[in-house]
T-cell receptor, first 109, second 114 residues
Framework: GQNIDQPTEMTATEGAIVQINCTYQ??????LFWYQQHAGEAPTFLSY??LDGLEEKGRFSSFLSRSKGYSYLLLKELQMKDSASYLC??????????WGAGTKLIIKP | IAGITQAPTSQILAAGRRMTLRCTQD?????MYWYRQDLGLGLRLIHY???????GKGEVPDGYSVSRANTDDFPLTLASAVPSQTSVYFC?????????????FGPGTRLLVL
């Protein structure tokens, strides 16, 4: 079966750095997405990786290793507004997105 | 409007009743999707449409139907609601015809079936 694993919850301090991991086992791979979802709101797109390596976008970076079935989202200089759930999703061989359950990130002052 | 809109925002529905959730996008995206999101679970695909006039079943299609008469609208119908259909429903769209796989989401409909 297809499976996306990410931690249920993480806590970090304002101004610090946090890394959210995602491992996947899917039928085929056509890219990996990270989305941010604030409580009660819709998911919003953060990043897309299809090749191995690090993609940097401001305070957020996303890394992919296809051979290890692994990705992480790195958030730097954490702000209170970064408190949200972070969703990892893989585009499978049928070009359908398979979603992880999300990681709830709690930022403390 | 810009992006995707959904209606209603929230709804309480008696079991056995019929309900249509509406979704409209103005980005001229060819592909549209319906997901449900339940606590502790990832988003699960209900139905999708790759282009106007075509639809497909996702992971959890039972009890739901969709239609895609035109590019902009993609309504989701619950023929006879059951309590297990209590969830948050998100509509999304993407421009796969130009190689874009990123999905953009509407604000969601919160449905409670009693």
């Amino acid at each position: 079966g297809q499976n996306i694993d990410q931690p249920t919850e993480m806590t970090a301090t304002e101004g610090a750095i946090v890394q959210i991991n995602c491992t996947y086992q899917t039928s085929g791979f056509n890219g990996l997405f990270w989305y941010q979802q604030h409580a009660g709101e819709a998911p919003t797109f953060l990043s897309y990786n299809v090749l191995d390596g690090l993609e940097e976008k401001g305070r957020f970076s996303s890394f992919l290793s296809r051979s290890k079935g692994y990705s992480y989202l790195l958030l730097k200089e954490l702000q209170m507004k970064d408190s949200a759930s972070y969703l990892c999703a893989v585009l499978d061989s049928n070009y359908q997105l398979i979603w992880g359950a999300g990681t709830k990130l709690i930022i403390k002052p | 409007i810009a992006g995707i809109t959904q209606a209603p925002t929230s709804q309480i529905l008696a079991a056995g009743r019929r309900m249509t959730l509406r979704c409209t996008q103005d980005m001229r995206h060819n592909a549209m999707y319906w997901y449900r999101q339940d606590l502790g679970l990832g988003l699960r695909l209900i139905h999708y449409s790759n282009t106007a006039g075509t639809t497909g079943k996702g992971e959890v299609p039972d009890g739901y139907s969709v239609s895609r008469a035109n590019t902009d609208d993609f309504p989701l119908t619950l023929a006879s609601a059951v309590p297990s259909q209590t969830s948050v429903y998100f509509c999304a769209s993407s421009d796969t015809s130009s190689g874009g796989e990123t999905q953009y989401f509407g604000p969601g409909t919160r449905l409670l079936v009693l």
